[in-house]
C-alpha cells in the first residue's frame, strides 16, 4: 500500500491533447474514480500510472519512488482490465500465478499467495477450472485475484465491472468495494457509469477533454458543482437558458421570472435538481416558486417517478417524485402547480 502523486501529466498524439494538465494525490488506502464521458481521457490516465503508455510530460510518484519512466512490471501496480484479459488455455490457479511467476518467485510462495488470492475473492476450489467453465463474473474476480496476488501498492481497475449484467454489477460493485477496505488498498478505478462511481469511491474526479473538471466528494460534486459540465454529468438537472437580470432573479428565454440563489446579472442558465420539485394540484404557497404547468411524459422508474412539465413553450421542468402509497401521481396532460426553493437553483453564468 502507498500513497499515489501525479503529477501534471499530459499526453500528446500529433497535435491532440488526449491527457493535459492532469495532478491528482490518492492518499494511502483510498479508492479514487476517474469519471467521465468517452474521450475523455481518464483510460489514457490510468494506463499512463500502469506504464503502459510513455506521457508527454509529468510524473507518476508510488510512495517515494518515481515510476514515470518504469515499465508496468517494476511498478508493483495490479491491473484490472475491461476485457479481463484472462489467458485462455491457463487454469484459474495458473492465471492467478502468472504475475508471480513472471516476479520469480518460489513455487511453495505462489502456491500461498494463489490460494490466498482465490479465497479473497471467494473462489476457493476453482483452481483448475478454465477461463471458459467460469461465469462472467466468476471471470472477473480470478482478474481481480491476479491483481492481488502480487501484493500491489496501488490497484488500478480500467472499467472492470461493464461486462456484468446490471443485477451482477450491483453485486459485485460491493464486493470489489469491502475487499478495497479490508486491504487497506490504495485503488484508481475508470468509469462512464456514475451511479457505479458514486457507490464506490471516496472522492471522484470529473474529466472532460483531457483535464480536470472537479475532484471531490459526491456530495460535494453533488451539491456545489464547479461548473456546467460536472452539474450536468453527476445527476440529473433541469437546466433553463436566460439572463440573470440582478442577484437572485432568473428570467428564462421562455419569458419565466424565477427567483434563485445569487449569480452575477449577465447570460447563464438555472440549474435545478429533480427532486428538490414540488408538484401538487394547488399553487404553493410559502416557496420563492410556484408555477403552474401541463405534464408530458410520467415514467415510472420503480423507487421514483420521472415527471415532465411544460411550463412554457421553451421551458420544460424534470420533477422527481418519491414512489409512495397516496403520493401524488398525475397523469400526462393533466394540469399542475410545481414550486421550489430559490436555494434549490444554481446558477451558471456564460
Ligand atoms: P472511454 O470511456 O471511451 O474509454 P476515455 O475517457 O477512457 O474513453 P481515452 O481512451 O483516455 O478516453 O482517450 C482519450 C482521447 O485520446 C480520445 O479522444 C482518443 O481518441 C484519443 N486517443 C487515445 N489513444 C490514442 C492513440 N494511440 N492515438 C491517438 N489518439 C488516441
Not at 479514487?32 to 490510468?46: A, E, I, N, R, Y
Not at 437580470?245 to 428564462?252: D, K, L, Q, W, Y
Request: aromatic share 6%; hydrophobic share 40%; with cysteine.
Amino acid at each position: 500500500m502507498a500513497r499515489l502523486d501525479i503529477d501534471r501529466l499530459a499526453k500528446r498524439y500529433g497535435d491532440f491533447y488526449a491527457v493535459r494538465d492532469v495532478s491528482l494525490q490518492v492518499a494511502d488506502g483510498e479508492f479514487l474514480v476517474l469519471l467521465g464521458p468517452s474521450g475523455c481521457g481518464k483510460t489514457t490516465t490510468l494506463r499512463i500510472v500502469a506504464g503502459f503508455i510513455e506521457p508527454t510530460a509529468g510524473s507518476v510518484t508510488i510512495g517515494d519512488r518515481d515510476v514515470t519512466m518504469l515499465p508496468p512490471w517494476k511498478r508493483n501496480s495490479g491491473m484490472v482490465f475491461q476485457s479481463y484479459a484472462l489467458f485462455p488455455h491457463l487454469t484459474v490457479a495458473q492465471n492467478v500465478a502468472f504475475g508471480l511467476e513472471m516476479r520469480k518467485l518460489g513455487k511453495a510462495e505462489i502456491g500461498k499467495r494463489v490460494a490466498e488470492a482465490l479465497a479473497l475473492v471467494r473462489l476457493a476450489g476453482f483452481d483448475d477450472r478454465l477461463p471458459r467453465q467460469l461465469s462472467g463474473g466468476q471471470q472477473q474476480r480470478v482478474a481481480l485475484a491476479r491483481a492481488l496476488a502480487i501484493r500491489p501498492d496501488v490497484l488500478l481497475l480500467d472499467e472492470p465491472l461493464s461486462n456484468l449484467d446490471a443485477k451482477l454489477r450491483q453485486e459485485v460493485r460491493v464486493e470489489i468495494r469491502e475487499l478495497q477496505q479490508k486491504l487497506g488498498l490504495t485503488t484508481v478505478m475508470v468509469t462512464h457509469d456514475q451511479e457505479e462511481a458514486l457507490t464506490m469511491a471516496d472522492r471522484l474526479v470529473v474529466m472532460s477533454e483531457g483535464s480536470v473538471r472537479q475532484i471531490g466528494s459526491q456530495r460535494d460534486l453533488y451539491e456545489r458543482p464547479a461548473d456546467r459540465f460536472v452539474a450536468d454529468f453527476v445527476g440529473r438537472s433541469t437546466f433553463f437558458e436566460g439572463v440573470v437580470e440582478a442577484p437572485g432573479r432568473f428570467r428564462t428565454d421562455g419569458g419565466l421570472s424565477l427567483a434563485c440563489d445569487d449569480g452575477t446579472p449577465g447570460r447563464g442558465a438555472l440549474s435545478v435538481r429533480p427532486e428538490r420539485v414540488g408538484i401538487a394540484d394547488t399553487p404553493w404557497t410559502g416557496l420563492d416558486n410556484s408555477l403552474p404547468g401541463t405534464v408530458e411524459f410520467v415514467s415510472y422508474l420503480g423507487a421514483l417517478i420521472d415527471i415532465h412539465v411544460r411550463l412554457s413553450p421553451r421551458d420544460r421542468l424534470i420533477v422527481h417524485v418519491a414512489n409512495r402509497e397516496g403520493g401524488f401521481t398525475p397523469e400526462v396532460g393533466q394540469p399542475v402547480h410545481v414550486g421550489w426553493p430559490a436555494t434549490a437553483g444554481r446558477v451558471f453564468n456564460e
